[in-house]
């Protein structure tokens, strides 16, 4: 197959542009100025009087003096119309979600995979701006017919950034250590039996079983490669082998990226010396942030908030994405273990009315899979919003207005109050009386995606391919659906792209049948940037944020 430059070759919301005009033009008002130089007398012919050298001195100096005077103007000139084209050594982007950690292999959470994946770490494969699986440290790569092997040839030279050389060794290595250890996400590649290295610039992955996805998953954490040898803290410190380093990371405040200036691909070396994330939960303090000059970017931006940005110095973007933001019931609670409870649930809710209060640019989902994923259908006539349904559904549970069903919601404070506050509104008419726990995204991680200890959770689901999660009865969801499991698994085993997507279409159909959460809408994520800002990767920046390209034109 041919190389790719992939996620990192493109640069969706601007165009880069060159100019040399404040150059050039400062280069031509420092020449000598002829019309001076002919008011210049030349001497007689015979031995010079000294009278006559200094009206030549002084005539010479008030030229230096003049063509000086020239050459600010017109620097001046350049500075008022291209000063623009003066390029900031630091570009500052405004974050909502900050990673409580940089153990990007023990560690949950896509912040930390959208800070770290293709800028710090780099894996087998990458992602490009399509959601499709393109070249990354491997070059290509060959299948065998049985779908069971994968050679990947690597690039050559490359190194990590503190000189390490990086080779089919370290990628073997890290790969058979994601499995031995289990680190996060292994069981994405839970048919991977095992990584060897050929030889230098050469990995074959065997596998128990065909695997459609395995390559997709390789460009998340699954496919990272790490130094074999190196000894540094995962959890304050990050070493891999991208075009930045992590120069300081303060999970209440920033994370400060530095270009790494022994980077290996010279294709991708960072534009921009330094990019400083910072982390602003709050919606309207990051877009007082963007308006202030402190932060040049924002994302995501609140789409209502977006809408006071000035347009003449700032641009806003929205594009389709994987988020989905989700409201899980807990099947294994007693109270949500009733099918019809869960139905009321989703026939209650008023989708339309969220989006609306959002600023209208979400989209209706209706099911587990994404518009951006294989499997994708549009499931939201399943349920559609039906007060008089929902309250016949509590009514045959056992449930009323005067004898209300009592369920708590817990999710991050990150995502504000608005939310809970609409849904507790929704299902109060049909004899839900909702309790809200706030907590901090820290506390959520532990008591809710590691513990499984709520009733209801609202969270963005924001992972691409992660229909697995339904065919995982382990993972915090506690959904156990057998027939759901075995339609996942032959889509895994298919050969063909829509035979494949035939049974994740069956699959996602029945998940959203059984109602065991309520997919409020699709995130469309809305980035906001000041003008002088080239290279920014706006599509899928929720999942992964390539900035080796992202430059700042003050």
Not at 51 to 74: D, N
Request: net charge negative; aromatic share 8%.
């Amino acid at each position: 197959m041919s190389e790719n430059n992939g996620v990192y070759g493109e640069a969706d919301a601007t165009e880069e542009k060159s100019s040399a005009n404040g150059t050039e033009t400062t280069q031509n008002a420092a020449s000598t100025d002829e019309s001076l130089n002919a008011r210049v007398k030349q001497p007689k012919r015979g031995k010079p009087k000294y009278w006559l050298w200094v009206i030549v001195a002084a005539i010479a100096a008030v030229a230096v003096v003049v063509g000086v005077c020239v050459a600010r103007g017109s620097t001046s000139g350049s500075q008022t119309g291209e000063a623009s084209d003066t390029i900031s050594d630091t570009l500052t982007i405004g974050l909502k979600l900050a990673p409580v950690s940089l153990d990007i292999r023990q560690q949950s959470g896509t912040a930390l995979e959208q800070v770290l994946i293709g800028n710090v770490y780099e894996g087998l494969v990458s992602r490009g701006s399509d959601n499709k699986v393109q070249p990354g440290l491997a070059k290509s790569w060959d299948i065998s017919t049985d779908g069971k092997t994968y050679m990947f040839h690597l690039n050559e030279h490359m190194s990590f950034s503190n000189g390490d050389d990086l080779d089919a060794e370290d990628v073997a290595w890290s790969i058979n250590q994601l499995k031995e250890q289990q680190y996060y996400n292994a069981d994405q590649v839970a048919s991977l039996e095992r990584a060897e290295a050929v030889d230098a610039n050469t990995v074959r992955l065997t596998l128990s079983s065909p695997d459609s996805n395995l390559l997709w998953y390789l460009t998340g954490r699954p496919g990272l490669v790490f130094d074999k040898d190196a000894q540094y803290d995962a959890k304050t410190q990050a070493l891999g082998s991208g075009p930045y380093t992590v120069e300081s990371f303060d999970s209440a405040d920033k994370m400060v990226l530095k270009a790494n200036p022994s980077y290996w691909g010279s294709e991708h070396k960072a534009k921009t010396e330094r990019v400083v994330l910072r982390f602003l939960p709050d919606d309207n303090a990051g877009v007082n942030a963007l308006k202030s000059g402190d932060i040049q970017v924002l994302l995501p931006v609140n789409a209502t908030l977006a809408k006071s940005l000035d347009a003449t110095n700032f641009k806003t973007v929205v594009d389709e994405g994987s988020d989905k933001f989700t409201l899980v019931f807990n099947c294994a609670n007693d109270k949500l273990a009733d099918k019809r409870v869960r139905q009321a649930i989703r026939h209650a809710i008023n989708h339309e009315e969220i989006i609306a209060s959002r600023g209208g640019v979400d989209a209706a989902l209706g099911g587990p899979i994404a518009s951006v994923d294989p499997g994708y259908e549009d499931l939201t006539s399943l349920y559609p919003h039906d007060v008089s349904k929902a309250k016949q559904l509590m009514a045959a549970a056992g449930y009323s207005t005067d004898h209300p069903l009592t369920l708590t919601l817990t999710y991050a404070n990150t995502y504000g109050t608005e939310l809970g506050d609409q849904l507790r509104s929704q299902l109060a008419a049909i004899g839900i009386d909702l309790k809200i726990n706030y907590v901090e995204f820290s506390t959520w991680l532990k008591d809710v995606h590691s513990n499984g200890d709520y009733e209801l959770s609202l969270v963005d689901h924001a992972d691409s391919h992660d229909f697995y999660k339904w065919a995982t009865p382990s993972y915090y969801y506690h959904y156990d659906n057998k027939e759901v499991q075995e339609l996942y698994a032959k889509a895994l085993a298919a050969t063909d792209e829509a035979t494949g997507e035939n049974y994740l279409k069956q699959a996602a159909k029945l998940v959203s049948e059984d109602a065991p959460a309520d997919w409020l809408f699709s995130y469309r994520a809305s980035v906001s940037y000041a003008k002088g800002v080239q290279g920014f990767p706006d599509k899928l920046s929720q999942i992964v944020l390539p900035l080796w390209q992202i430059t700042y034109v003050k």
